[in-house]
């Protein structure tokens, strides 16, 4: 978010920080459309579905938060992995 309210300033951005911003920005949406059909799969009863998209949407969460931080993403689908290098940031 703080990101997104630094767009909106009269600051002029890099190449660099604007890919990165709508990096950050993909993945956010990724994660949270992830998140609907959690939502969805819970309400529904389809334990398998709601097991596998809030596995996926917490990975795109963390991997949004790393790309906000500046970080290189690795690919990997390692939920536990992407903690371990967010929790120092």
């Avoid at 630094?6 to 604007?18: D, G, L, Q, V």
């Avoid at 949270?32 to 795109?60: I, M, P, R």
């Amino acid at each position: 978010e703080r990101l997104l309210k630094k767009a909106n300033s009269s600051r002029r951005f890099s190449k660099r920080e604007i890919i990165s911003m709508e990096k950050y920005k993909n993945w956010f949406k990724k994660a949270k459309d992830d998140l609907d059909w959690t939502k969805h799969n819970l309400k529904a009863k389809v334990w398998y579905g709601t097991c596998f998209t809030s596995q996926q949407a917490s990975e795109k969460a963390l991997k949004a938060f790393l790309i906000y931080h500046n970080k290189p993403l690795r690919k990997i689908h390692d939920v536990i992995a992407l903690l371990e290098v967010g929790r120092l940031y």
